[in-house]
């Protein structure tokens, strides 16, 4: 397919834009003029569609509630125990896997499940999370939680390497809650996160937090031929996945954006939200804000919970504010619906 200027537009939203103003000319719509802009427009050329990662399943998919109910008790389980906080178990793989990235685009990743990000875990404060972490890669991994834990379940420490074909289980309190991270933490460490080790572990408030339509979004990239520079750039792992299927939310019901930057070789990275701006909680870790803005920066490793609602119907386009970042595959579309009710 071509991907010309006025396709992109199209696929933003332009042309109820563009058709307006002919109408008001009342006649011919004009040609679009010949651009020397026309071939190197930005967008995506072709679709990457895939059984690795849907982006769109992975933005509300933690604790495996993508997965069918008979698959799903074979890698995750919940019991109650008697002070009414939760055991969570977790059946968790490394496995080497190439992925797609871009149309036509594959990568050479290390993953979790398969998958890159590797799947959401959340619980909630006070609940036993106990990982069976089974490395069935290549490389030796492990499982690094952020979070409170005894040094014996770091997944950092010298020996605690997870050799190919062994298995440890990971077990501890959630504690604090908030926006965390996990990810293999085996030398050298900027390659085994890189290739694709790592995911999002949210742990929630006991009372919980207002109710909201929620979103893990990490924001990743992908050095294709390993200078230790990216050539792509992506949230969830797909170049502009979301400029080809728009997140669609609801105007004037609150979002939350879980967002984690766990891009390597570029110190930070950021979100940029059109149109609007929104409150942040750094690492999630208090339930005040601590600003309101339209564009937030991370560092490597850095969170924070996300807070807004759409104030009117239509496309609101997000991406990193760093231009590149954003021509290499780091933007999306938010399609605001207005509902009755
Ligand atoms: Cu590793």
Same mark, same amino acid.
């Given at each position: ?150 040094? !014996? ?5 010298? %020996?605690?390497? /997870? ?5 440890? *289980?990971? @077990? $501890? +309190? ?70 080809? !299927? ?5 105007? %004037?019901?609150? /979002? ?5 930057? *766990?891009? @390597? $070789? +570029? ?75």
């Amino acid at each position: 397919m071509k991907f010309s200027r006025r396709t992109w537009l199209q696929s933003i939203g332009v042309t109820s834009l563009v058709g307006a103003a002919v109408s008001r000319l009342g006649g011919q719509a004009p040609q679009p003029l010949p651009s020397a802009h026309d071939n190197h427009s930005m967008g995506v050329i072709g679709r990457v569609v895939s059984d690795q990662l849907s982006p769109s399943k992975y933005l509300r998919a933690w604790n495996f509630a993508d997965v069918p109910p008979a698959e799903r008790s074979k890698v995750y389980r919940e019991t109650k125990r008697p002070d009414g906080t939760l055991l969570r178990e977790y059946e968790i793989y490394a496995v080497d896997r190439e992925i797609e990235i871009a149309p036509g685009m594959f990568f050479p990743a290390w993953t979790y499940n398969g998958q890159v990000p590797g799947p959401t875990i959340r619980a909630t404060e006070g609940d036993r999370v106990k990982v069976t972490f089974r490395n069935a890669g290549t490389h030796p991994h492990t499982m690094h939680f952020h979070g409170w834990h005894p040094p !014996e379940m770091d997944g950092a420490l010298h %020996g605690q390497e /997870v050799h190919p074909g062994q298995t440890f *289980v990971y @077990e $501890f +309190d959630a504690d604090p809650f908030g926006l965390h991270l996990y990810h293999c933490h085996t030398v050298p460490l900027k390659r085994h996160i890189h290739k694709g080790l790592y995911g999002a572990f949210i742990i929630d408030p006991r009372a919980g937090r207002p109710p909201a339509d929620e979103f893990v979004m990490v924001m990743n990239a992908f050095d294709t031929n390993f200078d230790a520079e990216n050539e792509v750039y992506a949230v969830n792992t797909i170049a502009n996945a979301y400029m080809q !299927e728009p997140i669609e939310v609801t105007v %004037g019901r609150l /979002v939350r954006i879980y967002l984690i930057n *766990v891009t @390597e $070789f +570029d110190l930070i990275n950021s979100l940029h939200l059109h149109g609007m701006f929104f409150d942040v909680f750094r690492t999630g870790t208090s339930l005040a804000p601590n600003e309101r803005t339209d564009t937030l920066m991370l560092c490597q490793g850095e969170r924070a919970i996300v807070e807004t609602t759409f104030r009117y119907p239509g496309d609101f386009m997000f991406h990193a504010h760093q231009s590149e970042f954003a021509e290499l595959g780091w933007m999306g579309l938010f399609r605001a619906v207005k509902r009755d009710s």
